[in-house]
């Protein structure tokens, strides 16, 4: 027997905060229904038995038989919304595994819901269960649910892959199937009536259900009905947004095509959904419609790939096999052996199949691949998971939502107590004493809540799309608002991709600081920078890194045919005619070694040469030189210093016309070193057109900006000053030059006259941080990483150089863990950790402005030809003729347009443009709906992705994040006071006889509903504000303004009441009584719709963040027509109006002081808000984000 604690968490998974075993109840021992069984019967026995007793009158019977329907309703709807009370109330707890049947799931915050997730026994010997998709298996030796292990998970070596024969047996087969399913993304859509019943049972729904429910109950069912139907429109159009969204996700899964694996011993053809881990593929180049199927890793062959649906990335990618990698060695996929992996999703451009005498290959001739994921296991299923599970939009369950709920209720409650206490005094009928005392506790919980945030965060992401930015995790938009440093790589981020070779330094025999153009270089400079490159001819066409391309054009040559690259044109050609050179291996690029090399053939009218080529980091090389030049530092120094990017270049000779056999034995270790030095490649990084305008941008809107790249300090610094992220003179913390011990560091300045020696252990000197601007490099950071001064040299350095991917990461985590909000600004390659680690991470992609013009146009035009469609679909069911299709697409209807023309030819010219018009209108529409994510759209990097490569976006996205929370903020606010002026309405004011007509009550519900609606619809200012907005509601300022405010309403309404009383005489109040118009109603509900104006208009926040309140023109109309209503009816400018609003007559001494209560109550608000805002308004920036200038 298995025993262990049920608060102990069972799964090992980040994203699982806790799991317990449980076994599911009969129905009939449910917690909502056995117990309820016996409270019903014993009620129906004392109502029948002794009821003078115990009930004694109808009141109190209402309210037990209420109260015990509604608590079997709480607990049986608690079921629905919390799978911990569901858990509570139809399982029962177990602490044996062998006994359990589900395990409960508590996800982390923001990845997705809880869930029961049945136990699965039916493979022998294994206890496992589903959870979104992903399976976990019970680990019998340390009791505890693992991930399901796939086989890179157990044995990762090199030999494993590369000398697999595929799955072998029938029972090998059965036995993999079963434990991994089928490779497939098994995405359910439910109908639109199941998607409806679980909106239906959510919370606030529930309440707001039940709200309507009381209002019909006190006979306003005008207002009752509209609400219903507003919230029934709502949660369908979510639910239709939902069903769009999970159909789109059903057609990510690449449809399942034959393919080519070696299954007992022979070659077969089977469809891709039926791969395993653990099968033998064969590659080929993909169709149109296709992609690989699955996560593989490449054993034998080279194939080009496009990973743009994956990573978003579209320069296509060379992959090379593990075939000559060490047996013994492990495969390290986010290392050396990156390039050897194939991703699911992705495209097979071109492929060159080992040969036959290497590989048995399959009929197709494609590479050789081992499969090591499939299905959601796969990086594109990962990517998918997180698209369907993560939080769709802000909840109100939150924290922050509670608190601010409970501090409501306070009020709440107090006029709920008072009406109880006169009501009881009055000897008021209990029943509806109860039910407007329910009416007051209810009116502070404002059910627009969570439909309010939800369009402040769809407005976010519908404005994002349009500028190509895409994310696949909306509750992190609000946190865009809060950000304190903003991080960038440099290049490919700050910088473009369009380097511009400068030349070859290091060479000239006069002065090693001239530059040489690459064709006049050296002979084996020349062969140098021809071999050490990545670059494949795709097509005709040569595909690779930007830079490389760059370097292969400045040098006028070009890459041939397998492989070989030749000059040109003769003229480049500084040695002898025919030369040419074939590269036989490439050794690639890694951000860890900095450097990569090949090995090539040199052919020449003189014999073949086997030629060495290597190119990295000047720090790097330096040590695998036979012999360094003497102004080598200098030198490459000199043009780090002025920003230009350096690559060292290295070359040596082994024996003549080694055999491809003897060149793929060789080590990596043996080819780099003992070079000869050829040069320093230089180029010129130019900064992207917008880097500059952008970082000034957030520099002056209180963000720290900081770089944080793997390239030279000296080159980082000279790119920092440019953009303005440093502007006083920089010290670099460094390791000392010649040192022993990586111990060892220095401070020096860029052009290394300030040399101080720094001690790691002993703290840092204040005057450093307060005199400089301070860059760091990855190797002095690594001394740091485990010493208490750590956060202090990292609050206080500007600029990151040299670092890895897993020091970037590592950088991004301290600060968060300081309390600063951060931000990541990369590619979606090399920054990934970093990316994922940072509260915004934003992957900027290689997309230009005219390409997604075309795809949009592409996509309007297909939303164009799809409503034509419906639209001739629904004239053919009904046999009317068929409407004219819009000008845009006339020419995909021909037939159409020709027969319109031929019947009505006067009256169809008109037409047209109404038609356009209107379909144009819709389109616009459906563009203002959220954008549904499709595959290329996000990265697997990063939750934001922007398919430009415009350092630009990291302003809109600030702009957003800021316009949202401002939003949010000011929804509070707003739906504070309009609940608080509710709850006094209710209790004081309707116990002095105030009563509401339906249609009165109705129409300033519809102006409300349309004024929220503007609010979240305000876009954001370009220009970023240095004031930062309120990060959350309880601060003296949001509280004090509310209270504040409050407090002016009251006045405003105690006085406008009294003032009744002394125009009219105080009658008896019926309170049972219906409504009827009087002075009292007439000026109370004036009054009141002054003050809805008023609270919308004072505690709208446009500038600095949004567009003002008259910018915001349909709220500004919206509050002009409100608040001209109110002044007509309090002036009965428009005496139909007062007629239609049923109001009374009013003598002009009550219309004067009726005004004069408005203009104060609108001033004295304002003035409130001013006051408030001024004293106790906390606006600044953190520590981190003000430059000590």
């Not at 095509?257 to 080929?284: A, F, M, Q």
């Not at 104060?1160 to 409130?1168: E, R, S």
Request: proline fraction near 5%; include cysteine; charge should be neutral.
């Amino acid at each position: 027997m298995l025993h262990f604690r049920a608060s102990k968490n069972l799964v090992n998974a980040k994203s699982i905060i806790q799991s317990s075993l449980h076994t599911r109840k009969s129905l009939l021992w449910h917690g909502y229904i056995w117990p309820f069984l016996c409270l019903y019967s014993l009620w129906l026995y004392i109502y029948i038995y002794s009821y003078e007793e115990y009930l004694a009158s109808e009141e109190w019977t209402f309210l037990t038989l209420v109260s015990l329907i509604t608590m079997n309703a709480l607990i049986f709807l608690s079921c629905q919304w919390s799978v911990r009370a569901k858990a509570c109330f139809t399982c029962e707890t177990k602490n044996d595994i062998r006994r359990a049947k589900v395990i409960k799931i508590i996800p982390a915050p923001h990845k997705g819901k809880g869930e029961l997730c049945d136990l699965n026994s039916a493979r022998i010997g294994e206890i496992s269960f589903f959870y979104q998709k992903k399976k976990y298996v019970w680990d019998d030796d340390k009791k505890v649910f693992n991930r399901l292990r796939y086989p890179i998970d157990m044995d990762s070596r090199i030999s494993i892959f590369r000398n697999s024969k595929g799955l072998e047996t029938v029972n090998e087969i059965k036995s993999v199937q079963e434990k991994y399913g089928f490779n497939r993304f098994d995405i359910p859509v439910p109908t639109f009536r199941e998607l409806f019943k679980e909106h239906a049972v959510a919370p606030f729904f529930v309440f707001q259900l039940f709200c309507v429910g009381l209002w019909v109950m006190d006979e306003y069912w005008y207002y009752s009905l509209f609400t219903l139907f507003m919230l029934v429109v709502f949660e369908s159009t979510v639910v239709f947004q939902r069903l769009k969204t999970l159909a789109e996700f059903r057609t990510m899964s690449i449809k399942p095509y034959p393919i080519y694996v070696r299954r007992k011993g022979r070659w077969v053809t089977v469809n891709s959904d039926e791969l395993l881990p653990g099968d033998l593929v064969s590659i080929v180049r993909s169709k149109e419609d296709g992609g690989v199927p699955c996560d593989m890793v490449l054993v034998n062959g080279t194939c080009i790939v496009n990973e743009a649906m994956l990573s978003g990335e579209s320069t296509p990618l060379l992959k090379e096999s593990i075939h000559l990698r060490e047996g013994n060695e492990e495969l390290d996929i986010n290392g050396i052996d990156k390039n050897s992996l194939i991703f699911g999703g992705t495209k097979v451009l071109q492929v060159t199949p080992p040969s036959k005498e290497e590989a048995a290959l399959a009929s197709d001739n494609g590479c050789i691949a081992y499969v090591l994921r499939t299905g959601f296991g796969t990086a594109q299923g990962k990517l998918v998971r997180t698209m369907v599970y993560s939080t769709e939009h802000v909840s109100a369950n939150n924290l922050e939502s509670f608190l601010f709920i409970l501090f409501l209720l306070i009020f709440a409650i107090s006029a709920a107590g008072y009406v109880w206490v006169k009501g009881v005094e009055n000897d008021r009928k209990r029943s509806k004493l109860l039910l407007d005392c329910i009416l007051i506790i209810t009116s502070v919980v404002p059910p627009e809540l969570p439909m309010e945030l939800s369009l402040a965060v769809n407005t976010s992401l519908v404005a994002l799309a349009k500028f190509a930015i895409f994310c696949t995790e909306p509750f992190r938009i609000p946190f865009a608002g809060k950000i304190d440093v903003c991080a960038f790589d440099k290049t490919g981020t700050l910088t473009g991709e369009n380097l511009v070779v400068e030349g070859v330094a290091g060479i000239h025999p006069d002065d090693s600081k001239i530059l040489m153009k690459p064709p006049e270089a050296l002979r084996d400079t020349i062969q140098t920078l021809a071999a050490a490159h990545a670059l494949v001819r795709l097509d005709d066409n040569i595909v690779g890194d930007p830079m490389e391309k760059a370097t292969l054009e400045a040098l006028e040559w070009k890459l041939d045919k397998d492989d070989t690259v030749i000059p040109a044109n003769q003229q480049s050609q500084r040695f002898q005619s025919r030369s040419k050179l074939q590269i036989r291996r490439r050794f690639q690029f890694s951000s860890a070694l900095k450097r990569m090399s090949s090995v090539s053939t040199v052919t020449t009218p003189r014999g073949k040469k086997t030629f060495i080529a290597v190119k990295g980091a000047p720090e790097t090389l330096r040590q695998m030189y036979a012999f360094v030049p003497d102004d080598y530092e200098e030198t490459f120094k000199f043009f780090t210093r002025r920003g230009s990017r350096v690559l060292a270049l290295g070359f040596k000779y082994l024996q003549d016309n080694m055999s491809l056999e003897e060149i793929n034995d060789l080590q990596r270790e043996s080819v780099e070193n003992e070079l000869n030095f050829a040069g320093f490649l230089i180029f010129h990084c130019p900064l992207k057109e917008d880097a500059v305008s952008t970082l000034k941008m957030l520099n002056e809107s209180s963000h720290r900006v900081i770089m944080i790249t793997g390239d030279n300090p000296l080159t980082a610094c000279h790119v920092a000053r440019e953009v303005a992220i440093v502007e006083r003179d920089v010290l670099i913390l460094d390791i000392k030059e010649d040192a022993e011990n990586p111990d060892e560091l220095v401070w020096k300045s860029v052009d290394e006259k300030i040399m101080i020696p720094v001690n790691p252990v002993e703290p840092i000197e204040p005057s450093i941080f307060r005199d400089y601007d301070i860059c760091i490099t990855g190797a002095a950071l690594s001394q740091y990483e485990n010493r208490p001064s750590v956060k202090e040299l990292l609050r206080h350095t500007w600029v990151y150089a040299r670092v890895s991917p897993g020091q970037k990461e590592f950088i991004l985590t301290v600060l968060k863990q300081a309390g600063y909000v951060t931000l990541m600004c990369g590619d979606g390659t090399n920054d990934v950790g970093a990316l994922k680690q940072a509260h915004i991470g934003v992957a900027l992609l290689d997309g230009k402005p005219e390409d997604l013009k075309k795809i949009a146009e592409h996509h309007r035009m297909q939303r164009l030809k799809d409503m034509y469609e419906n639209q001739l679909k629904f004239t053919a069911r009904f046999n009317m003729p068929p409407p004219p299709p819009p000008a845009a697409i006339a020419h995909l209807f021909p037939h159409i347009t020709q027969q319109l023309q031929q019947q009505k030819p006067a009256a169809q010219r008109r037409a047209p443009a109404q038609v356009d018009q209107i379909a144009e209108q819709l389109i616009q529409d459906f563009d203002d709906e959220p954008p549904t994510i499709k595959l290329g759209d996000a990265s697997v990097a990063a939750p934001f992705t922007s398919k430009l490569s415009n350092v630009v976006a990291i302003a809109n996205i600030v702009r957003q994040g800021r316009c949202t929370l401002v939003a949010t903020i000011q929804m509070y606010k707003i739906l504070a006071l309009n609940c608080l002026i509710s709850a006094y309405t209710l209790s004081v004011l309707y116990l002095d006889g105030i009563k509401y007509d339906d249609w009165q009550v109705t129409i300033s519900g519809m102006l409300l509903a349309v004024c929220f609606l503007c609010i979240s619809k305000a876009r954001p200012l370009e220009k970023l504000s240095e004031q930062r907005p309120q990060t959350n509601i309880f601060n003296f300022y949001i509280i004090l303004s509310i209270l504040g405010q409050f407090a002016i309403h009251i006045a405003s309404l105690i006085f406008i009441v009294d003032l009744v009383f002394k125009h009219e005489e105080r009658k008896p109040v019926d309170l049972e009584g219906e409504f009827e118009p009087s002075l009292l109603n007439t000026a109370v509900y004036l009054i009141s719709l002054s003050m809805q104006v008023s609270t919308f208009a004072i505690n709208y926040q446009g500038h600095p963040f949004r567009e003002s309140l008259k910018e915001n023109t349909a709220l500004y109309y919206g509050l002009l027509t409100v608040g001209g209503i109110a002044f007509a009816g309090a002036t009965e400018f428009v005496p139909e109006l007062n007629s239609m609003l049923k109001l009374v007559p009013l003598i002009n001494d009550f219309k004067l002081k009726l005004v004069g209560t408005m203009l104060f109550d609108f001033f004295g608000a304002w003035l409130i808000e001013i006051i408030f805002k001024f004293l106790f308004a906390n606006n600044k920036p953190k520590d981190i984000a003000r430059k000590t200038r």
